[in-house]
């Protein structure tokens, strides 16, 4: 598979509870990036990284957001004590690098639903 | 800061009419312009892009955008318009992170 994978697909979870989503990018890119979409709705940007680093975290929405990428490759973001304004696809994408004229693939997104 | 502005939250057209979508910039220095498209249940598809070169950009599905600096404008368009095209289109620049506009959903009517 060449594309950009996303685990889970769907994830329901109590409020309260933590929950972690997973990005596996594309091969060799180097830059991987996390949104959130509510609702067929616009793209609120969260974070990227370039390698492992994560220049600009100031899209995480508060500090019950965060995220790591290790290796270069996978990323997981995690939710601590989950609220339901927390509900919405959260969308992957990674690039060969980030900015300048690279576009961005992006994953099918986890559906997160906070009950 | 680099943003991205769509002024039009929907745009209806009937099939076979031309179909324009539009964006504008806010960019310091030369910008890197995208068009990304999202079909209903579907993730997001890159279209097309602007670098620099040629105003006219041809991309995927038979769309092409026009990048105009004095306008700051980079409308995505389509001579005669599909259906299947009814989706939701975002513009975006590149910063070096990607910001996308809030989109434009395109409705064509048969």
């Known amino acids: 598979g060449a594309g950009v994978s996303q685990s889970p697909s769907n994830k329901v979870t109590e409020k309260g509870k933590d929950v972690e989503l997973r990005c596996d990018p594309i091969?060799?890119?180097?830059?991987l990036y996390w949104y959130r979409q509510s609702l067929g709705q616009g793209l609120e940007f969260l974070i990227y990284?370039?390698?492992?680093?994560?220049?600009?975290k100031s899209g995480l929405p508060s500090d019950r957001f965060s995220a790591e990428r290790t290796g270069g490759s996978v990323s997981t973001l995690t939710i601590q004590r989950t609220q339901q304004e927390d509900s919405a696809v959260y969308l992957c994408?990674?690039?060969?690098?980030?900015?300048?004229?690279?576009?961005?693939?992006f994953g099918p997104g986890t559906r997160l639903t906070v009950t | 800061a680099q943003s991205v502005a769509q002024p039009e939250d929907q745009v209806n057209v009937a099939e076979g009419n031309p179909l324009t979508v539009k964006c504008t910039y806010s960019?310091?220095?030369?910008?890197?312009l995208f068009w990304y498209v999202q079909y209903p249940n579907r993730g997001l598809q890159f279209l097309l892009k602007?670098?620099?070169?040629?105003?006219l950009v041809k991309g995927s599905y038979g769309f092409e955008a026009e990048f105009n600096k004095s306008q700051t404008s980079f409308h995505l368009k389509k001579p005669s318009a599909l259906v299947s095209d009814s989706a939701l289109y975002f513009c975006?620049?590149?910063?070096?992170?990607?910001?996308f506009g809030a989109g434009t959903r395109l409705t064509v009517k048969p």
């Open positions: 994408a990674s690039s060969f690098l980030a900015g300048g004229a690279y576009e961005q693939y």
């Open positions: 091969s060799g890119h180097t830059a």
């Open positions: 990284f370039q390698g492992n680093s994560a220049p600009d």
């Open positions: 960019v310091s220095g030369n910008p890197y």
């Open positions: 602007y670098i620099t070169g040629d105003n």
């Open positions: 975006a620049v590149s910063t070096p992170d990607m910001r």
